[in-house]
């Protein structure tokens, strides 16, 4: 196999926050991101998570430091996705409608059947083409948040940031949404950005989990997860996964110890 | 069946409350002058009832003109105000003031600026119609979902398409909630201009041939204006219910249907 040098598609690189109201969210994270990786982010509550993926998104400006990216330059937002925690969709418009949306505000010159096309084949990705009609309220959670997720990837985008997604589902709908979003990665291999509350399941999907700091948030870990992909659900009864979970939750809990102190 | 009985109680109710005015009118032998029986307002309906109806039309023409001048301009005004915030601390005050104001004392003034009777109406009703449908498409135009907003700006939308896009339709059912209650203020504006105006003649509104009735002590034919008055406000009240059930079932909480 050839040795390519990875490219870095996001460079991150001593980014401070402090909010208006005098909170410190984020205290010079520097984090570089390889075309392609699937990178978790896990961290207590309030750490700035949310802050960090919305300063790379272009939603909010950091305090201090910059964000390097090596994205479409043309259009930003093109290239990034954003799947919130809440799935977010306009209730007055169908599943199909909302899927749409990025592509309506931003690829204006776009016909309403190139649109359809596009809009049709994402649905298929995440499994709900059969529900292109019904409205959002119709839908169960774990179907809401696949129409959220199809939306982020109508643009196809480099960059996907997902802020964690699966939060409010139960332990099944999470599993099976887990394996789904791994299989659309390995085929698609955008990059992404992954944060959740639950380390097993950022060591189930990533090839990395970084771990912050309590506020002010900052990187205290960073650690290279070894398994193969395809994963399967096998692998959460590994002892080996189940050591890295052990490893990266004493890191936390001695951080938050720490901060305590 | 259960449902069935449920829309039975209103009628009972009514019905007995016919009854008992009956019984009342019958046993004191009060005379029309004083208070006419239900009989009596039924029968001057059917007889009245066709001239009657000319009025009514009248009352309907500036209520409902009013309306949707109302509805226009309310919620221009808020989409206008939302966009630009310094407009919202300039005007807002004055709109309460709009809202405050008892028409029937701005009516002396209207009635000697504007000849025309039909616009001296309208203006009044539309004073007091436009009010909540400004102040409740204003709090929708505000209640929009941060994330769905994050959303937008993430792509880029443009004003225009975050408008159409993302704000109209978040506060749609904020303005048809405002939109139902000015439906009955704009029927109140048109009576109370109707008899501040102090029209006559078959020409005018029903609320001015109702006044006109009693200043005659023709009380079976007042209260019989009185009922089709009331009916037409009840009416409103339904039509716009079936609008705003029309536009919202597919999404909104407030038109689901039960069950689901
Ligand atoms: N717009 C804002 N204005 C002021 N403070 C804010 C704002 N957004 C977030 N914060 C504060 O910044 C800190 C970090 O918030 P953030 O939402 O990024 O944390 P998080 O790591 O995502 O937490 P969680 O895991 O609970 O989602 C918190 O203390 C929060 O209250
Ligand atoms: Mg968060």
Redesign the pocket.
Known sequence: MALEPIKTILDIKGVS?T???G?H??ERVTLKVSEGSFVALV????????????IVAGL?SGTSGSIGHDLNDDVIANDIGFVF?DPTLMPWATIAENVAIPLRLRLKGLGNAEIDKRTQEVLAWVGIDAFKNAFPRELSGGMRMRASIARALTTQPSLLLL??PFAALDEFTRAQLNEDLLNLWEDQRWTGIF?T?SIREAVFLAERVVV?SP?P?RVIADIEIPFVYPRTPDLRNDHAYSDICADISNRLASAITDAEL | MKRLTMHLWPVVFGMALLAAWHGLVIFYALPEYILPGPVAIAQSLWIDGPDLLGSLIVTLQVTLAALVLAAFTGAGLAILLVQFRVLEKMLFPYAVFLQVTPIVTVAPFIIIWVDDVFFVLLILAWMAAVFPIISNTLLGLKSVDANLRDLFRLYGATRSQTLRRLLLPSALPYFLGGLRISGGLALIGTVVAEMVAGTSGQSSGLAARLLEASYRLELSRALACFVLLSVTGYGIYLVLNWVSHRLLRHWHESEMEEGH
């Open positions: 926050k909010f208006e109201s909170t969210a984020l961290g207590p509550s309030g750490s700035g998570k949310s802050t960090l993926l919305r909010l925690q802020d964690e944060v509350h912050m506020r948030g």
